[in-house]
């Protein structure tokens, strides 16, 4: 089993999400820690995923409503926007490639060099996700002090929430061998 | 007749910047948009007079790397300036995007005032 110590790792996603919204989204968010998620727990409308690889590979991920993803679209194009379409899915993909891109910058010290896929966004209605990898290639990974996450299988999440509604940022990590 | 050649694969994003110029004051008359290297080189043989390209690094079929390395082995478009816009900003990204031909280098996210800085030296302001 390979362990891993990341320090500030929630602070990290946070610092990056926040930056994100301050500079290309005009739309107040507020941050409420973060927690862990089973991958069989997610339901949710709106996800858009971003792979990295290097000496560590993983996942960042929005999980958000319908109306939360409408909500920083419109923000994003300065123009409503009020069913889902390619456009909307195009913002959650951007919005995840700054995120993670951001989180990489930061993180490289730590976590070495590493390589950002393009997005993927789904859109639908309660989706939820699994892993195909290999359950006997587990990895525990301390995420922060005092705190283990599962790779193959848990989530941590950051919940922001905004005008009564919420997103998630989702992050796995996996060291390489 | 100022003319930009806006490449990112995200259309949003294209949308996005285009907002910004306008909004910070930047003069550009005409904005030609492509969604990855091929279709940039494409536009670029049909758009000689460009007097700027915006272009991400992150994109399907052609990266950005790869289209400024083919553009500036091209005669024809050699002298127009190219402003990388990605979420790549480590030192050894910056280092290896003017290496390969890259005048300038803005790193998303951007707020207006960073744009407008990193654009100035190519565009006209109001």
Redesign the interface.
């Known amino acids: 089993m390979t362990t891993a110590t990341y320090d500030n790792i929630v602070e990290d996603v946070i610092s990056c999400t926040n ?2 919204f301050a ?2 989204i005009p739309m107040e968010i507020k941050s409420d820690g973060s927690f862990y998620q089973k991958e069989d727990m997610i339901s949710t409308d709106v996800i858009s995923l971003i792979s990295f690889t290097g000496e560590h590979s993983g996942i960042v991920a929005f999980f958000g409503s319908k109306d939360m993803a409408l909500k920083i ?1 419109s923000k ?3 123009i409503e926007v009020s069913s889902i379409d ?2 909307v899915k ?2 959650m ?2 919005l995840t ?2 995120i ?3 989180l ?2 930061k993180v ?1 010290e730590t976590f070495g ?1 590493m390589h ?1 896929s ?1 997005p993927i966004v789904i859109a639908g209605a309660a989706l939820s996700i699994s892993s195909s990898s290999n359950k006997n290639d587990k990895q525990d990974l301390t995420i922060s002090p005092g705190v283990t996450c599962n790779s193959q299988n848990s989530w941590m999440m950051t919940p922001f929430s905004s005008e009564g509604d919420t997103f998630n940022i989702g992050l796995v990590v996996k060291k390489n061998d | 007749m100022t003319k930009l050649l806006l490449v990112d694969d995200s259309a949003v994003m294209r949308k996005i910047i285009q907002r910004n110029i306008k909004e910070t004051g930047l003069i550009v008359d005409e904005f030609v948009e492509a969604g990855d290297g091929n279709q940039a080189l494409e536009k670029v043989n049909e758009n000689l007079d460009l007097d700027l390209i915006l272009l991400d690094w992150n994109m399907p079929n052609m990266s950005g790397i790869e289209f400024v390395k083919t553009l500036r082995s091209l005669n024809l478009a050699k002298r127009i300036p190219v402003v990388m816009v990605t979420t790549e900003g480590s030192d050894a990204k910056i280092s290896e995007a003017k290496d390969s031909g890259a005048d300038g280098y803005l790193t998303k996210p951007f707020t207006a005032d960073q744009l407008r800085d990193a654009l100035g030296s190519y565009l006209m302001v109001q």
């Open positions: 930056e994100v500079s290309m679209t994003m194009l300065g390619q456009d195009d913002a993909g951007e490639n700054m993670g891109g951001s990489k910058n490289f060099a950002l393009v």
